[in-house]
């Protein structure tokens, strides 16, 4: 949930999409987001549409506050069933994000589900998710959100290092994600998500591998590992341009990656997307891959972003806002583009070559057939996939991922 949204054109204040976005939607999966825009502290490294107690303070007043959030926020699930008419598919997947989504009571986490099921219904399978930061919740917390029907919870453990994490901001301590596994498993989580953040400022090889030892020794079904990316803005971008922190370059980055791919493999995590491992097909995020195949999601909250039969839109950030529109009756939308078939096209090529299920080739223009042949040829691609019309990465192209979509999609 980036903080700085793109400009595109006016929202209609209905919300209302062009008929053609819901033509052959019932081919379609159909997620929900909700996002959760508060946070106990502002970790350094955070780029996303977040804020603090002291950051809305004064600021929108008793529309921006938390108490009355999740209220709030079914009024825009309710606004979604208007806007999506007659539209009879279940939703396959919600996906509670934040922000850290368990700051709200679990009684206003599972409220916001039962709109979404009430006013849509819930596919038989659904895959219900909750983000949530390790010292906020407890073995009550975790039972309330599976009572309400939540099936998945993911957590964010960065790092098992104490230096490391007070480099994040981060406050939890080291041990407690572990334990936040086990207890989720015992409310009876069937899925598991840990989070982690490789290449941080001050961190060791031997850092990481304590961390995905013990990310791996907790037994989550699945795991993610992102390289720390600097943002422009954030308290960590300054520390590093003043000298106080040293940034960390590529060649490590790609050395804690390839650590990364070889202790998950070894521990039986295969990757199924380049950042993303799971122990079992079953262990994959369905949310995130219907992210990745352009599939079609709702998104609730401040500056959360939705998709649906290729018109993109995205809210207003700040809470205030937000809830200002919703009651007014508006679309809380800032702004709306209509994507091409041309963009829709670079999209698919951009996020499917991300995927082990690899990109189709017949996707790519002569320019970017050729560069898959030289990637080929560079081991970038597998080739018994190419062979079959598939594009997949190599651990090797997967290091280079950026740069081989960069020639795949000319």
């Known amino acids: 949930m980036p903080s700085v949204l793109p400009e595109g054109e006016p929202v209609p204040e209905s919300g209302v999409l062009p008929p ?7 081919t379609r999966p159909l997620g929900f987001y909700l996002h959760v825009p508060y946070c106990a502290t502002r970790c350094g490294y955070c780029d996303f549409n977040t804020y603090t107690a002291t950051e809305l303070r004064g600021t929108g007043g008793v529309l921006a506050s938390r108490d009355n959030y999740a209220a709030t926020l079914v009024d825009e699930v309710r606004l979604a069933r208007k806007v999506l008419g007659d539209d009879t598919r279940p939703v396959r997947t919600v996906f509670v994000g934040g ?7 679990a009684d206003d ?16 399978d659904a895959e219900i998710t909750t983000e949530a930061n390790p010292e ?8 309330a959100l599976r009572e309400g029907g939540f099936n998945r919870v993911s957590f964010g453990m960065q790092s098992a290092r104490p230096h490391v994490l007070k480099i994040l901001d981060r406050t939890h301590t080291p041990g ?10 015992a409310a009876g989580f069937e899925h598991v998500n840990l989070d982690l953040i490789y290449g941080t400022p001050g961190e060791s090889d031997d850092d990481w591998r304590a961390s995905l ?10 795991v993610s590992a992102y390289a720390l990316i600097v943002e422009d803005g954030t308290r960590l971008a300054r520390q590093i341009r003043r000298g106080e922190i040293p940034m960390t370059d590529d060649d490590v980055h790609a050395d804690r990656y390839l650590i990364a791919d070889e202790t998950f ?6 990757w199924y997307e380049v950042s993303n491992w799971a122990n079992s097909p079953g262990g994959r995020c369905l949310h995130n891959e219907l992210y990745w195949r352009g599939a079609d999601w709702w998104g609730a909250g401040p500056g959360a972003h939705s998709h649906v039969g290729g018109v993109r839109w995205w809210n207003v950030k700040h809470p205030g806002a937000y809830a200002a529109a919703l009651a007014e009756g508006r679309s809380p939308g800032a702004g709306r583009e209509l994507l091409s078939d041309e963009d829709r096209r670079v999209e698919r090529v951009l996020l499917e070559l991300r995927l082990r299920d690899g990109c189709p080739l017949d996707l790519l223009r002569p320019a970017g057939l050729e560069a898959a042949g030289r990637a080929l040829g560079d081991g970038l691609l597998e080739r018994a996939p190419f062979e079959r019309g598939l594009a997949v990465l190599t651990l090797r192209g997967r290091l280079l991922a950026d740069a081989v979509v960069r020639d795949l999609v000319d």
């Open 109 to 124: 986490l599972v409220r916001m589900l039962a709109a979404v099921r009430d006013e849509f219904g819930l596919a038989p």
């Open 265 to 270: 493999a070894a521990a039986g995590y295969d």
């Open 99 to 105: 922000g850290t989504p368990t700051l709200l009571p």
């Open 20 to 26: 053609a976005a819901l033509e052959g939607a019932d």
């Open 136 to 143: 906020s919740v407890d073995p009550a917390y975790l039972t």
């Open 176 to 185: 407690r994600p572990e334990a936040c596994v086990a207890e989720a498993r």
């Open 213 to 222: 030892d013990a990310a791996i020794g907790a037994a989550p079904d699945h």
